[in-house]
């Protein structure tokens, strides 16, 4: 199933997800709705609260970019009740977008490692450590996870010049190949 993608401006991308426990129903369906969701509108991660649901689940395909970064090979998961643990190293920039805010794109400075730990979807658990591409996706579905939107990571000047763009993208002026959703 495919679900619509929730844009820049519906509540539920300004929440703060909630945990969840290993009898969440459909959990393993769920999870493959996300990704089916995520590969139809071209994206490479998708964070549960894009769909509307306030938990702690995205999950990630970064292997089509794998030619830019031969890190990501194979790396398609599930990342479930994540915590980053610890964020190392210097600070990089790099262009990014959003399936919840169509058609925008910008540089975003983020930390270029860090430490996860997660539970996958047979709720076993992991503790891994990112960089490069892979940490830079895993930090920006992570933060969709606290309610933060990449446009919230800019310098105060860019945000004042983006803000009139972001108020029309919210009321669905822009367009996109995807089901998507808009805040009534
Ligand atoms: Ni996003």
Not at 61 to 70: F, I, Q, Y
Not at 123 to 143: K, L, S
């Amino acid at each position: 199933m495919i679900y619509p993608v929730y844009i820049y401006g519906s509540p539920v991308l300004r929440k703060v997800a909630q945990d969840i426990t290993p009898d969440y129903p459909n959990l393993k369906q769920l999870i493959s709705d996300m990704f089916e969701t995520m590969y139809q509108s071209d994206g490479i991660g998708l964070a549960a609260p894009q769909i509307g649901l306030s938990i702690r689940l995205f999950v990630i395909d970064g292997t089509a970019l794998e030619e830019d970064d031969p890190a990501l090979k194979g790396f398609k998961k599930a990342f479930i009740n994540a915590q980053i643990i610890e964020r190392l190293d210097e600070m990089v920039r790099y262009s990014e977008g959003c399936l919840s805010i169509p058609n925008l794109h910008e540089e975003v400075e983020r930390e270029s490692k860090i430490r996860i730990k997660y539970v996958d979807e047979n709720f076993q658990p992991h503790e891994e450590v990112y960089e490069g591409m892979a940490a830079r996706i895993i930090q920006h579905e992570y933060d969709h996870l606290d309610g933060i939107m990449f446009t919230d990571r800019l310098s105060a000047i860019r945000k004042q010049l983006l803000k009139s763009k972001l108020t029309a993208i919210s009321k669905g002026k822009f367009s996109a190949e995807y089901k998507y959703k808009i805040a009534k």
